[in-house]
């Protein structure tokens, strides 16, 4: 079955480091660009941080800049979210997304989603 | 930063009719626009990609079209499981979404 699953969200308190993954299977992830988005409780969806098929090129949203680095290891068909120095308005249900073939930045396949709560 | 606007922010509609939704852009995105549906406590599911052309599997009640500015998804005849909530994506920069639809039971 092709699929995303995220794990590894939970509670953390501000100014606290957290790790979210995502687990590939039924496809060829090296052959695709990943995608983390978030969703925050009652609101619309917010792109977060893109990553090439090989980790050549990523980008993030200025919200996020400096603080989440994205990686994936594809001999694991994983992804990840590191995530540091997080405040409340971090709070969200974090997805990763398969981008729907190279440089479209649309997401045909997307995960369950991890929720992320940052409070004290 | 271009902002991506839709309307209505809720629509009430009964099984059957037909569903119209708008997305507008504050610049020029040519046809560099998705939509999404997204179920109550599920994943968004792609819908529509540049523009006017379905995603695998989606059914041919919706379409969209548009260009430039101003963008429509359109569902023709309102099924029980398409009463959820509807975002627009544009994809001249990075990625950025509307604040959404929500297509209620009217």
């Known amino acids: 079955e092709v699929q995303l699953v995220e794990s590894g969200g939970g509670l953390i308190q501000p100014g606290g480091s957290l790790r979210v993954s995502c687990a590939a299977s039924g496809f060829s992830f090296s052959s695709y660009n990943m995608n983390w988005v978030r969703q925050a409780p009652g609101k619309g969806l917010e792109w977060v941080a893109y990553?090439?098929?090989?980790?050549?090129?990523?980008?993030?949203a200025d919200s996020v800049k400096g603080r989440f680095t994205i990686s994936r290891d594809n001999g694991k068909n994983s992804l990840y979210l590191q995530m540091s120095s997080l405040r409340a308005d971090d709070t969200a249900v974090y997805y990763c997304a398969r981008e729907f073939g190279s440089g479209t930045y649309y997401f045909d396949l997307w995960g369950q989603g991890t929720p992320v709560t940052v409070s004290s | 930063e271009i902002v991506l606007t839709q309307s209505p922010s809720t629509l009430s509609l009964s099984p059957g009719e037909r569903a119209t939704l708008s997305c507008r852009a504050s610049?020029?995105?040519?046809?560099?626009l998705a939509w999404y549906q997204q179920k109550h406590g599920q994943s968004p599911r792609l819908l529509i990609y540049d523009a006017s052309n379905r995603a695998t599997g989606v059914p041919a009640r919706f379409s969209g079209s548009g260009s430039g500015t101003d963008f429509t998804l359109t569902i023709s005849s309102l099924e029980p499981e398409d009463f959820a909530v509807y975002y627009c994506q544009q994809r001249s920069t990075w990625p950025i979404f509307g604040q959404g639809t929500k297509l209620e039971i009217k």
């Open positions: 610049q020029n995105i040519h046809t560099r």
């Open positions: 990553i090439s098929a090989y980790s050549s090129t990523k980008s993030y």
